[in-house]
C-alpha cells in the first residue's frame, strides 16, 4: 500500500520561507511523477509543482515560478519543496501527489493515483 507522509508546514511571515518534505513508501515510483497540490476552504485543490522521477524534469504552476523549487532524493523517496517569498495567498493544506507519468503533465495531473494527508502552511501579512 502506497503511502504518503507530509512534513515542515507552519507559520511564517510574508517574505519568509519554508521547505515541505514527503517521504512516499510502498512502491517503486519508476515512471511516476510526485508533486504538491494545495486547498484552501472553499475552493477547489490547485496544482502547485511536479517532479519525474526519472530524469527529474519539472513542472510548476503560474502563481509560483521563481519562488518554489522543488526537488527529489531517489535514496530516500522524498521529495521537496523550498518555498520562498511567500505571500499570503499561498496559506493553504499542501498535499504530497504521486501518479503514473505517461505522456504529458496535462494528462499525468488528471490521473494522480495516491495522496498524502495534508500539512497547513499560513503566511501571515
Known amino acids: 500500500q502506497v503511502q504518503l507522509v507530509e512534513s515542515g508546514g507552519g507559520l511564517v511571515q510574508a517574505g519568509g520561507s519554508l521547505r515541505l518534505s514527503c517521504v512516499g513508501s510502498?512502491?517503486?515510483?519508476?515512471?511516476?511523477?510526485m508533486g504538491w497540490f494545495r486547498q484552501v476552504p472553499g475552493k477547489e485543490r490547485e496544482f502547485v509543482a511536479a517532479i519525474r522521477w526519472n530524469g527529474g524534469g519539472t513542472y510548476y504552476a503560474d502563481p509560483v515560478k521563481g519562488r518554489f523549487t522543488i526537488s527529489r532524493d531517489d535514496a530516500k523517496h522524498t521529495i521537496s519543496l523550498q518555498m520562498n517569498n511567500l505571500k499570503p495567498e499561498d496559506t493553504a493544506v499542501y498535499y504530497c501527489v504521486v501518479g503514473y507519468y505517461g505522456s504529458s503533465w496535462t494528462v499525468w495531473v488528471r490521473s494522480l493515483n495516491y495522496w498524502g494527508q495534508g500539512t497547513q502552511v499560513t503566511v501571515s501579512s
Open positions: 510502498g512502491r517503486t515510483f519508476r515512471n511516476y511523477a
